[in-house]
């Protein structure tokens, strides 16, 4: 039973959760089982969420982290983060049978990397050691591409300064993550070519863009995501740095009572994985500890979509010889 203490108010962030190349990604997925039936292999995990690898992997999608660890002539997916050529190529030596998910925005990066080392300029990656995705842009990019995390690690590049120099960002890095790296890249390397701000992936900054405009009016902040999304990682540190005692939860269970003591509004949004099931269990969960009034802080509607894969958009076979 709810306690006898005041109406806690939610605030819920607008944009949040799945955004649109995970909505692709995890539809790619789906549509592969239908059409070719399990089992279908997917290289890493599709999106960085628990609770939708297991929803897929009960449909019959198993999850590897190589692709020695496909059947040969198996039908495979590459997660939504991209893979690296040496990937691709061991893929088609295996003779895999691969439907690409990968972003149409981190897609959009390796064009950009590969068209500056065509032109002969030496490229500076902005992103996290390890990511997924940033491994599968490094391995995209020929020539060897330097990884920047800080302003400090800018000061201790070791470059050619007779080389032009390029950077592009992690895709889940917004403007306000990049700032000061970028500010650093300039002001060491004046001539150093980038990207327009428009590259920044929408998804990435409408979701910070959101939390700062709900930060006033709540005492507390809720991402829903997984430890290991960097989107919601952000969104977290995002809500600590604007003063907000702020909570990166995977579901429901996660969620601590104590952290409501003495708090009025709670603030609530999801990193680009988490599916909205999870926000509204969430809200369940805040029901059954406080009476609650749930309001809806839109930022901003978003309607962006991405193309599926041209393979899956035929007609089936299985289809056609049922008809």
């Not at 650093?184 to 990207?195: E, M, N």
Request: aromatic fraction near 4%; charged fraction near 25%.
């Amino acid at each position: 039973m709810p306690s006898s203490q005041k109406t806690l108010k939610i605030v819920l962030a607008s944009p949040r959760g799945f955004c649109a190349g995970v909505e692709r990604a995890i539809e790619i997925v789906e549509r592969a089982l239908d059409r070719y039936g399990p089992p279908v292999y997917v290289r890493h995990e599709i999106v960085h969420n628990e609770h939708v690898v297991n929803s897929l992997r009960a449909k019959g999608a198993i999850f590897v982290e190589e692709v020695d660890d496909i059947p040969e002539g198996a039908h495979a997916i590459f997660s939504a983060h991209g893979v690296a050529a040496s990937v691709v190529d061991a893929a088609d030596e295996r003779q895999l049978k691969v439907v690409d998910a990968t972003c149409p925005l981190v897609s959009k990066v390796h064009k950009e990397g590969q068209n500056h080392v065509k032109k002969g300029r030496q490229v500076i990656l902005i992103g996290h050691d390890g990511h997924p995705e940033v491994e599968g842009t490094r391995g995209q990019i020929p020539g060897g591409v330097l990884l920047v995390n800080t302003p400090t690690d800018v000061k201790s590049l070791d470059v050619d300064d007779t080389i032009e120099l390029s950077y592009v960002t992690q895709t889940t890095l917004s403007v306000d993550d990049t700032r000061e790296v970028i500010e650093a890249l300039k002001s060491r390397f004046p001539k150093i070519v980038g990207p327009d701000v428009k590259d920044i992936c929408y998804a990435t900054q409408n979701r910070q863009d959101a939390v700062r405009k709900l930060a006033p009016s709540v005492d507390i902040l809720l991402v829903v995501g997984a430890q290991n999304s960097s989107n919601s990682n952000r969104l977290r540190d995002l809500g600590t740095s604007i003063g907000k005692p702020s909570y990166l939860i995977a579901d429901a269970t996660d969620l601590e009572p104590s952290w409501l003591q003495g708090v009025a509004a709670v603030g609530l949004t999801a990193g680009a994985s988490a599916p909205e099931g999870l926000v509204q269990g969430v809200i369940e969960r805040l029901s059954e500890l406080r009476d609650v009034q749930v309001e809806r802080l839109v930022e901003l509607q978003e309607n962006v979509t991405f193309k599926l894969p041209t393979e899956l958009l035929k007609p089936s076979e299985n289809i056609s010889r049922m008809e």
